[in-house]
């Protein structure tokens, strides 16, 4: 492959990017005892894109003969000759940035034995039949599992040359009961780069069947607050969230230039000084690991905010040329047929030196809030909402009873300056999700325990 895309880069006088990914995707689908899907999927072909004139063109093609390359990076060239004619906003180049060559691969191969795929379905099935049996609560139950294998060769006309393979791995475990008339659902997700083995490397299926089942009895014992502003103690998973959906986006460069909340702020104070939030695409197992990105660029740990300071922004190599900063491995393409775009990786606020356990005992009256509910939204300004899946009510320093009905709101950015304790406890875990800024993509996010403030709505508040 690489011997055909070093002559289409010598047949043409404009730069290229050649991408060629192949991507095999396996489902699981278990609800209330039956396999509803046991699929397997594949896709490959080859993304091209070129830059002439001032301007981008892009072409793809599933049919990987030589001739059908040639065709379709011409076609990329004319693209990008048709859009120079018609735009005046042209790019000014590409900023010079460490381009990968070699293999690449993203996870280590486990020791253990891989189950084959009936032992995996049987597995899960069992999983499934205990969530149901486990408690007189349990109504109904759900369990999936997606296991994905990426190969990519990634070839530019200046100087990248990668051989990237990549395996993704995720996981949910659903639980639904009833009582008295009132309906509610629990769920534990996971995901990482690696396989079926890693996935459970630091908690077993077992134990997150067991978390499963008590939080949904910890719901049914919930009672509802009184929404107002809150002191609270913010769980890794709701960093991770707050860090990507309300902070990180604002931060991709193509948002900072249509005037995201972080326009203009490089150099300026926008958080409390013990936040430290970067983007890393080289971190363990966690799921948006990435070590090349899809310009070629090799990935690496972007610093956004440093001790309360904006630093940097998440840039490709065309805005990092217009910003004058260096590219950081951001450029990500979901499938072969879709360009590049600025995208996160492993974004997550760095731990401090706070133990929880001091973290709680000095709030008088607050809340402790656990993971996402069912969703939530952000924007470009940093305001949010997001509903929250567990939170109890804390008085006199202690963690007393369960609360429902929970949100929380504000701006991220004040949200961080009201930050004044951060624990050393630290964990990754966005859970099974994507995020779908116009693409799918891994990605994942996480951090410490925050103590901050926020404005919390009750389910029976105004």
């Known amino acids: 492959m690489f011997e055909k895309f070093k ?6 006088d404009f730069h290229l990017e050649l991408r060629f990914h192949r991507r095999e995707i396996s489902n699981l689908s278990i609800k209330n005892g039956s396999l509803r899907d046991a699929s397997s999927s594949e896709l490959r072909g080859v993304g091209i894109r070129a830059l002439k004139n001032g301007s981008w ?3 793809a093609t599933s049919d990987l003969s030589y001739q059908s390359l040639k065709t379709s990076a011409l076609e990329a060239g004319k693209a990008a000759q048709k859009a120079a004619a018609a735009s005046s906003d042209k790019i000014e180049g590409l900023a010079s940035a460490e381009m990968a060559r070699g293999d690449f691969k993203t996870y280590s191969e486990s020791a253990e034995y891989e189950p084959e795929l009936a032992e995996k379905i049987d597995t899960l099935l069992t999983c499934d039949k205990k969530i149901r049996e486990s408690d007189e609560l349990v109504e109904g139950s759900a369990v999936g599992f997606t296991e994905q294998i990426n190969k990519k060769y990634i070839f530019t006309s200046d100087g990248a040359k990668a051989e990237v393979q990549d395996k993704k791995a ?8 009833g009582r008295s008339g009132r309906q509610e659902k629990a769920k534990v997700s996971k995901s990482i780069t690696g396989d079926w083995n890693r996935l459970f490397s630091n908690k077993s299926l077992r134990q997150m069947r067991v978390d499963v089942i008590k939080i949904l009895k910890e719901k049914f014992k919930a009672e509802k607050i009184e929404g107002g502003i809150y002191k609270v103690i913010l769980d890794p998973a709701l960093v991770g ?4 959906e309300a902070i990180g986006h604002t931060v991709e460069a193509d948002f900072v230039k249509s005037g995201s909340a972080a326009r ?3 150099g300026e104070v926008v958080a409390s000084d013990l936040i430290t939030m970067v983007d890393d695409g080289g971190l363990c197992d966690a799921s948006g690991k990435i070590l090349v990105d899809d310009e070629g660029v090799k990935a690496g740990e972007t610093v956004i905010i440093e001790n309360g300071v904006m630093k940097n922004y998440l840039h490709n190599r065309e805005t990092a ?3 004058s900063a260096e590219p950081g491995g951001n450029a990500r393409a979901y499938n072969y047929n879709d360009e590049p775009l600025i995208r996160m990786t ?6 401090g030196n706070d133990e929880l356990e001091n973290m709680i005992s000095e709030i008088d009256e607050g809340l402790y809030l ?3 509910g069912e969703g939530g939204q952000a924007d470009s300004t940093a305001e949010f909402m997001f509903d929250v899946e567990r939170a109890y009510k804390i008085e006199d320093g202690e963690i007393d009873r369960p609360v429902k009905g929970v949100t929380i709101t504000g701006q991220a950015y004040d949200v961080l300056k009201s930050v004044d304790a951060i624990s050393e406890e630290f964990e990754i875990g966005l859970g099974r999700g994507y995020c779908g800024k116009w693409q799918r993509a891994k990605v994942d996010a996480g951090g410490p325990y925050l103590r901050c403030q926020v404005k919390v709505g009750g389910k029976n508040s105004g």
Do not use: R
Not at 7 to 12: F, I, P
Not at 241 to 244: G, I, Q, S
């Open 7 to 12: 002559d289409l880069v010598d047949l043409v």
């Open 57 to 59: 063109g892009f072409a």
């Open 170 to 177: 995720d996981i949910s475990l659903n639980a639904f009961g």
């Open 241 to 244: 969230v707050l860090a990507h």
């Open 264 to 266: 203009g702020k490089i």
């Open 321 to 323: 040329y217009e910003f």
């Open 346 to 351: 492993n974004t997550y606020i760095k731990p």
């Open 370 to 372: 656990k993971g996402l």
